[in-house]
């Protein structure tokens, strides 16, 4: 994957030498591996109006035990029963959120997140302010590429933000929003969760969309989820240093469009590995066994360098937009984000 903003994004490398977005080997596969999991929430009912600013929040269900690779055919663990939340006061919380299958067991099914307006994690963006808070986004941008906070499409309130990519450009373009002080809760493990809208069809060969790494943008080492073809390309990216390169994998199914979905997703550092969830059913991974490019490796070898842990070193720049690596040819396309989440358990959909 690869990052942007009109304000801009950046890209991430590959196991085997090549440049970023190089190639269309850059695949990846479903994750297997320990970690697979969201934490039971309990549900919170809205309080009336004067009631106190928040309700107790309630104890989250037992976490289950052992299953399978995520996606797989392994059996999840059991869940344990979500409890009932206090009262809520003016901003009634968070809904229901089904127990987690056990680390390396298959995730379990993520309930709904607060209701909107309510932050369901450490970090949020709804963009309900009209604007792009300069306080907490940088916007690097490159090529024809823009961004702008806009009113005609947005998940859910009045505000989303749209990015723009113009047809055929010359090069590469980016575009993106980029965190400029995560919560250090984040560094090694964390759960992402965003609205978002594409149009029309994509059909290219690497444009990067969502990614969660180090700072130095457009050349950071990260963690990506991206387009390949029509469907989705799950990526460790390494851009600067010895040895860069990057491996991919391809989880099967195309990428929603002309809709909004709800896009989920776990980025964990150790041991590394991506787990990717649309609209709460499993989408795929990345880890050490689901690696499609560089093609030939033995399934569980080191995922990269030798390495299964450590490839990030800490997660502080998360980036939302685009970063298209072969753009020549394409049509002009409209990407919209809302509703962004970062937290350190895996966060739901809204209802």
């Not at 490839?311 to 998360?318: E, H, K, N």
């Amino acid at each position: 994957m690869k990052l942007v903003a009109a304000y801009a994004l950046a890209p991430i490398a590959v196991l085997v030498y090549l440049p970023l977005g190089c190639g269309s080997d850059h695949s990846q596969g479903p994750v297997t591996g320990a970690a697979a999991a969201a934490g039971a929430g309990g549900a919170a009912s809205g309080a009336v109006a004067g009631a106190s600013s928040a309700g107790a929040p309630g104890q989250a269900g037992a976490l289950g035990s052992g299953g399978g690779v995520l996606g797989g055919d392994g059996s999840g663990g059991q869940s344990g029963a979500p409890t009932s939340a206090g009262a809520a006061g003016n901003n009634g919380g968070g809904g229901t959120a089904g127990a987690a299958g056990a680390a390396a067991g298959t995730a379990g099914a993520a309930g709904t997140a607060g209701a909107p307006g309510s932050c369901a994690g450490v970090f949020c963006e709804d963009f309900e302010t009209g604007q792009i808070d300069a306080a907490k986004w940088s916007t690097p941008v490159m090529g024809g590429a823009t961004m702008m906070v806009e009113t005609t499409n947005a998940a859910h309130g009045k505000y989303a933000v749209q990015f723009h990519g113009p047809a055929n450009p010359s090069a590469n373009d980016y575009v993106y929003i980029i965190t400029k002080n995560a919560p250090a809760s984040l560094a090694k493990h964390n759960f992402g969760r965003a609205y978002m809208y594409i149009s029309p069809q994509r059909n290219d060969t690497d444009m990067g969309l969502v990614f969660g790494g180090t700072a130095g943008f457009p050349k950071p080492t990260y963690m990506s989820l991206a387009n390949h073809s029509t469907g989705w390309q799950f990526g460790f990216i390494k851009l600067s240093g010895s040895p860069g390169g990057e491996v991919q994998a391809y989880p099967k199914g195309d990428m929603p469009v002309m809709k909004w979905s709800c896009l989920e997703w776990e980025f964990n550092d150790d041991p590394d590995q991506i787990n990717v969830w649309g609209d709460g059913k499993v989408i795929g991974s990345l880890n050490n066994k689901t690696v499609a490019v560089p093609r030939g490796r033995t399934p569980g070898t080191p995922l990269f360098n030798n390495m299964n842990s450590g490839l990030i070193g800490a997660f502080t720049d998360f980036g939302f937009g685009y970063y298209d690596w072969h753009p020549a040819g394409r049509p002009a396309f409209d990407l919209y984000y809302d509703d962004i989440v970062l937290n350190t358990d895996r966060v739901g959909c809204l209802p």
